[in-house]
């Protein structure tokens, strides 16, 4: 580890929580030598919006490309904290070399409207060489490194699953969290009681909570609802090791990143969960129309696989529908991918699948479904069937 990291490392002072012994990843440091490195700075990010199809891109890659990436949190910055992390952090016990100076610059410098846009920092968008529409853009996460050793847990009202009961006074709730080292293993804890010795530790399980592509469009979409264009899906799945497949709208496709999580339950209730920057080490690839209808069929939305899972998604305002848009999505996936007959598929499913609730709080909801590759191992694969 280099000598510039290892000075920004800081332990347990006499008022600070006892956070981890782990570096803070400030911009450009500890950046793997020869890596294509994409920071979060002013010029790179958006702030509420995604890309769309006007946007020029600040990264062009080829396929098969690996980046490195830099993401910003939004907690911490947004005008209800008093958009100034050094201020906020400080009043956790965070030491303003823990801060985080890109999460400093954007607070400072990117504009963005409060009342029409949405929280969300986003860095991107990057052109993939040769993706067309048509085609699916395959993202795979090949790591995910905490930046800082602390994030927030915050509850706005008018959000969250019980929008007309909490937060009860109707001001927003920030929770801090610390990263600590709990049996050998790093953890959040947050308190179980406001101002308590008592302390609920949070396994951790860093994933993007926005991944897509621009849609074909020349506005902007705002940064909370997720749609076929990926966006703010907030699967907690993708974690390291698995890969997000979004069918590319625009010419290159323009990718991009953001919303980064240290950990999530599914529904992600009280409007976000333990958010905190993250570098993402990405691996990008184009599957072409042909090759990518051979594997999974038509791919109208997100599809994640994992190592041991395939997980079609479902979005819509209302949960049911979405829930319902993910039974069609899983049933024409194992059609089209095994040649099942579609009474059996629906059989299948019932019996085997869990079908998850993604998130209830971005205006569309979601919900995934994980079907298991194992148990379809010995089924003959009735497209080309590559990997």
Known sequence: MNEELERNRFGVGADAPAFADVPILQPGEGVPDGAVYLPATPETVLWGRLPCAADVPVLTVRPGDVVVIDTVSHEGILPDQGSDPR??????????????RDAIDIAARVARDPEHDGPHVVTGPIRVEGARPGDLLRITVERLEPRVPYGVISNRHGRGALPLELPRDGRTVSVFAAVEERDGRLAGTMPAVEGGPRAIALPLAPFLGTMGVAPATDERPHSVPPGPHGGNIDVNLLV???ALHLPVQV?????????????????????????????ATLRFDVLLRAVALAEFGEVTGPLIRTPEHLVPTGLDRDLGEAMRACVRAALSLLRARWGMDEHLAY?????ATDFDVSQVVDVVTGVHARIRLSDLADVPLAGAGGD
Do not use: K, M, N
């Open 251 to 279: 010419d290159g496709a323009l990718a991009y990143v953001g919303d980064p999580h240290f950990a999530q339950g599914d529904g992600e209730v009280a409007l976000t969960a333990l958010e905190a920057s993250l570098r």
């Open 87 to 100: 201020a906020f952090f400080a009043g956790h016990g965070v030491p303003e070399a823990a801060v985080l």
């Open 347 to 351: 059989a299948y499913l019932s019996a």
């Open 240 to 242: 390291e090791g698995t």
